[in-house]
Nanobody, 124 residues
Framework: QVQLVESGGGLAQAGGSLRLSCAVS????????MGWFRQPPGKEREFVAA????????FHVVSVRGRFTISRDNADKMLYLQMNSLKPEDTAVYYC?????????????????WGQGTQVTVSS
């Protein structure tokens, strides 16, 4: 059984920073690609960033590229999303997800495990 618990969300001003963390339980973390998704208010869930099992290969959606960085610590079973230069349009519930596969994935329906989400609100 794999469980994911996000933390680090909250209220930030535009231009500010937040760091989201995702603690993962389960034996397969170090061999599993991970991702971050978000769901803005009134909108559908969308892909934000992903990393392969090693952390050496990452991909970020264009809207956050250069501002957000996904990373992982396999030893501590942690996934991170460093968010800088935040914008009001980054306001959303952020979810971490585990795919159960090695390679980097961007499609939400390829992910097997999901956290409960953490709210990020960016004020202008």
């Amino acid at each position: 059984q794999v469980q994911l618990v996000e933390s680090g969300g909250g209220l930030a001003q535009a231009g500010g920073s937040l760091r989201l963390s995702c603690a993962v339980s389960g034996r397969t973390f170090s061999s599993t690609a991970m991702g971050w998704f978000r769901q803005p208010p009134g909108k559908e869930r969308e892909f934000v960033a992903a990393t392969d099992w090693s952390g050496r290969n990452t991909f970020h959606v264009v809207s956050v590229r250069g501002r957000f960085t996904i990373s992982r610590d396999n030893a501590d079973k942690m996934l991170y999303l460093q968010m800088n230069s935040l914008k009001p349009e980054d306001t959303a519930v952020y979810y971490c997800a585990g795919s159960g596969r090695f390679g980097l994935l961007v499609e939400a329906d390829k992910y097997l495990y999901w956290g409960q989400g953490t709210q990020v609100t960016v004020s202008s």
